[in-house]
């Protein structure tokens, strides 16, 4: 069985973030970028579910900036079999990347989606659950384990407070969570293999979806700094301290 896996090129997350001195944005130039951690757990699921040949192909999409290329390469690298790059300069929101991902599963018939739960840029949440609401198929979740036979798909899902397990019938959307698994990095030889592996180049045209945004961003802010804290020398002091500013 195929199965599609769509990577988000983001701001590493390792980088400290900017926000821009006018307020409308994050700093983006000059800021390492790398795929969506939740991305490489999909992926990694993806080849792992190959490599116990369940699968057969993993077709690696990207919609972003012509540097995505670099992300679906890194997929590539990792064990992707081939990509699709869906150029588009600005920023795609959840419900436009949903429509674009429902016009190549239409394209690819894959039995299979994996995404990551959430994009670390925009926190958004949304893209996999509007995808399966758009093609009708099921969808497990924040997925800490995933075990594929027969037609179906039964899904680990963190949930508050515990583990819940759902059986998906194929075809079916799947997000992945941090337990998933741990990613493989790519080796060089894989890296070099990588570059001649086939990006297919689309845009968001060629589904028909109209990327313009619905959602304004007002401002973006740093987090409020925190207060210095002070030293105490006892318990009673601590209390007294604590009554002072109506935490007790
Ligand atoms: P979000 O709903 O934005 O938090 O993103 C959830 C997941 O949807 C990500 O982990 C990716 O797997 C996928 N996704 C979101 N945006 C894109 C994009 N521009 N290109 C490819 N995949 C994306």
Do not use: C, H
Not at 134 to 157: I, Y
């Amino acid at each position: 069985m195929k199965v599609l896996v769509p990577v988000k090129r983001v701001v590493d997350y390792n980088v400290k973030v900017r926000v821009k001195s006018d307020n409308t944005g994050v700093e983006l130039a000059n800021v390492k970028m790398s795929m969506n951690p939740f991305d490489e757990i999909a992926v990694e699921e993806a080849i792992r579910l190959k490599e116990a040949g369940i699968v057969s192909e993993i077709v690696v999409v990207s919609i972003g900036p012509k540097a995505a290329s670099e992300t679906i390469r890194t997929g590539l690298a990792m064990g992707g079999d081939r990509g699709i790059l869906v150029t588009e300069d600005s920023d795609v929101e959840p419900l436009a990347v949903a429509k674009i991902l429902k016009g190549i599963v239409e394209e690819e018939s894959p039995e299979m989606v994996i995404l990551g739960k959430q994009a670390i840029d925009g926190d958004n949440n949304q893209t996999g659950q509007m995808l399966a609401q758009l093609l009708g198929w099921p969808q497990g979740t924040f997925a800490s384990k995933v075990v594929v036979a027969d037609g179906a798909a039964d899904v680990t899902r963190e949930i508050d407070g515990g583990l819940e397990t759902v059986k998906l019938q194929l075809p079916a959307v799947v997000t992945t969570d941090l337990r998933l698994n741990e990613p493989r990095y790519a080796s060089l030889p894989n890296i070099m293999k990588a570059k001649r592996k086939p990006i297919a180049d689309k845009t968001a045209a060629d589904y028909g979806v109209d990327v313009s945004p619905r959602v304004t961003v007002l401002k973006v802010e740093e987090p409020a700094s925190r207060e210095a804290g002070i030293m105490v020398d006892s318990v009673e002091e601590l209390v007294a301290k604590l009554k002072e500013k109506g935490a007790l």
